[in-house]
T-cell receptor, first 116, second 110 residues
Framework: DTGVSQDPRHKITKRGQNVTFRCDPISEHNRLYWYRQTLGQGPEFLTYFQNEAQLEKSRLLSDRFSAERPKGSFSTLEIQRTEQGDSAMYLC??????????????FGPGTRLLVL | DQQVKQNSPSLSVQEGRISILNCDYTNSMFDYFLWYKKYPAEGPTFLISISSIKDKNEDGRFTVFLNKSAKHLSLHIVPSQPGDSAVYFCAASAGTALIFGKGTTLSVSS
């Protein structure tokens, strides 16, 4: 299967702990996105990479959140000093589109985070 | 302030009938629209898309219609099947980030 993969699928942590999630995009996709989904809502954009450059960050991405894509392949999303409000499904998506073309984003299975 | 709205939280349809899911948007800068299907505990799966230069796009049982003047799009599923039961999200883009609606839960009964 060559779709988007995410690890871990589930994470339970205590408030104040740090957590890190990994996303492996579809091979050769140059764009990678992170979204967050809470119960009853649609996914909300967090941040976006083109190759290794982080080009856009949502105001939802507080200072406790950091994302990297060091070699333009996989990406990590770290949450420091987790809070109960961080409990959500964290989704990764990737796409490949020439500049100016409409792009379709393909999503991974998500990482469900529960902060106790 | 929601830029993409799916005003029907749920829809129930009988197998073989047509399912129509609706979506409204407010931002006239959106130029690409997508529908995703989501099962519990899984990520959204891409279904079909339409660009702002078209008013209809068809793929098998799925057809998306876009009415730019009304800022409205709809997804038609014909015929509906029990396996179509899921949450359907409408999403819109003005470049990179997708803006999603809250979803409509479709239940198809046999």
């Amino acid at each position: 299967d060559t779709g988007v993969s995410q690890d871990p699928r589930h994470k339970i942590t205590k408030r104040g702990q740090n957590v890190t999630f990994r996303c492996d995009p579809i091979s050769e996709h140059n764009r990678l996105y992170w979204y967050r989904q809470t119960l009853g809502q649609g996914p909300e954009f967090l941040t976006y990479f083109q190759n290794e450059a982080q080009l856009e960050k949502s105001r939802l991405l507080s200072d406790r959140f950091s994302a990297e894509r060091p070699k333009g392949s996989f990406s990590t999303l770290e949450i420091q000093r987790t809070e109960q409000g961080d409990s959500a499904m964290y989704l990764c998506a990737s796409s490949s589109a020439p500049t100016g073309a409409w792009e379709t984003q393909y999503f991974g299975p998500g990482t469900r985070l529960l902060v106790l | 302030d929601q830029q993409v709205k799916q005003n029907s939280p749920s829809l129930s349809v009988q197998e073989g009938r047509i399912s129509i899911l609706n979506c409204d948007y407010t931002n006239s800068m959106f130029d690409y629209f997508l529908w995703y299907k989501k099962y519990p505990a899984e990520g959204p799966t891409f279904l079909i898309s339409i660009s702002s230069i078209k008013d209809k796009n068809e793929d098998g049982r799925f057809t998306v219609f876009l009415n730019k003047s009304a800022k409205h799009l709809s997804l038609h599923i014909v015929p509906s099947q029990p396996g179509d039961s899921a949450v359907y999200f409408c999403a819109a883009s003005a470049g990179t980030a997708l803006i999603f609606g809250k979803g409509t839960t479709l239940s198809v009964s046999s």
